[in-house]
């Protein structure tokens, strides 16, 4: 049982990329997810969520209009597509997954997460 975040790399600045967050050994869809990111010497971060039915998302004001989370259910995986690229969203990024009692919530940052993936390291030449 287990989450995989992959699809990190090196951009450039105002480059795209897109993350994704798979599960192994059971069904995604009944779980909202959360992105995190951790940069060197800070904090983790949560950076964007999504319900278990993908009808809403949250994003963090430091990607809101350049990131979009998104899921697709029947391939057991949930997205992160990530354009302008900034240096300030290098980071390890790395997803969640709760399951909370409604499909349409939204988790925060605070949430017991019952399955978290190892990340995927994203870095953003200036």
């Known amino acids: 049982v287990q989450l995989q975040a992959s699809g990190g790399g090196l951009v450039q600045t105002g480059g795209s990329l897109r993350l994704s967050c798979a599960a192994s050994?059971?069904?995604?869809?009944?779980?909202?997810i959360g992105w995190f990111r951790q940069a060197p010497g800070k904090k983790r971060e949560g950076v964007s969520f999504?319900?278990?039915?993908?009808?809403?998302?949250y994003y963090a004001d430091s990607v809101k209009g350049r990131f979009t989370i998104s899921r697709d259910n029947t391939k057991n995986t949930v997205y992160l597509q990530m354009n302008n690229l900034k240096p300030e969203d290098t980071a390890v990024y790395s997803c969640?997954?709760?399951?909370?009692?409604?499909?349409?919530?939204?988790?925060?940052?605070?949430?017991?997460?019952?399955?978290w993936g190892q990340g995927t390291l994203v870095t953003v030449s200036s």
């Open positions: 969640a997954a709760v399951e909370l009692s409604t499909d349409y919530a939204t988790p925060g940052p605070g949430a017991e997460y019952e399955y």
């Open positions: 999504i319900s278990s039915s993908g009808g809403n998302s």
């Open positions: 050994g059971f069904t995604l869809n009944i779980y909202a």
